[in-house]
């Protein structure tokens, strides 16, 4: 079953919304999460590394501000697209990982697909 | 910037064929690798894992990884239709304060002919 939990799965609003995603990892504690986004027939571009507790770690290019991550807890990472406009309509891909085994793969969430009217 | 590549397909194998899935990486001190299957519109799942050189095999997955080459690849035994997908190769890479993140190849797409 899944290990990972991501909603919504579908997200439609209109230009200048907010829209949280949330991810949780359903039986083990993650005090990492990552953030990715997939745009159609393009791979997957990781955003940011949620950190539990502290700040998240985003990558070059990606605005701060504009994905806000929240990791207030051990099993719970949010990531809110602030006044989203179309051309952040994607698919946003959330994922965790046992922390406590090294080397471990990731778990990803089922996604989210975000269209922005 | 640390790189994975991949071709990008789309590559095609008649049904019961051997499909060869290739990935090299550019991050010396990677040392976890990771095979996943995209279908369309859907999000990754994990097929193999592989951290020391040389091969792993899982049913019709063979996994292969040579550090030296920074190179690793995933054979599909008997391929099937169901197989037909895109195969991301992922590697694990240096992040803010230790070896954990990950980056994704572009992918390959596989069809599998019937």
């Known amino acids: 079953g899944a290990v990972v939990s991501q909603h919504p799965s579908w997200v439609i609003c209109k230009s200048g919304t907010s829209v949280k995603i949330e991810c949780r990892s359903l039986d083990f504690q993650a005090t990492t999460m990552f953030w990715y986004r997939q745009f159609p027939k393009q791979s997957l571009m990781l955003m940011a590394t949620s950190n539990e507790g502290s700040k998240a770690t985003y990558e070059q290019g990606v605005e701060k501000d504009k994905f806000l991550i929240n990791h207030a807890s051990l099993t719970l990472s949010t990531l809110t697209v602030t006044s989203a406009h179309p051309e952040d309509s994607s698919f946003y891909i959330c994922s965790a990982k046992r922390q406590e085994i090294s080397n471990q793969p990731q778990h990803f969430g089922d996604g989210t697909r975000l269209s922005i009217l | 910037q640390k790189e994975v590549e991949q071709n990008s397909g789309p590559l095609s194998v008649p049904e019961g064929a051997i499909a060869s899935l290739n990935c090299t990486y550019s991050d010396r001190g990677s040392q976890s690798f990771f095979w996943y299957r995209q279908y369309s519109g859907k999000s990754p799942e994990l097929i193999m894992s592989i951290y020391s050189n040389g091969d792993k095999e899982d049913g019709r997955f063979t996994a292969q990884l040579n550090k030296a080459s920074q190179y690793v690849s995933l054979l599909i035994r008997d391929s099937q239709p169901s197989d037909s997908a895109t195969y991301l190769c992922?590697?694990?890479?240096?992040?803010?304060?230790?070896?954990?993140?990950?980056?994704f190849g572009p992918g390959t797409s596989l069809s599998v002919i019937p």
């Open positions: 992922a590697v694990n890479t240096r992040g803010q304060t230790s070896y954990d993140k990950v980056i």
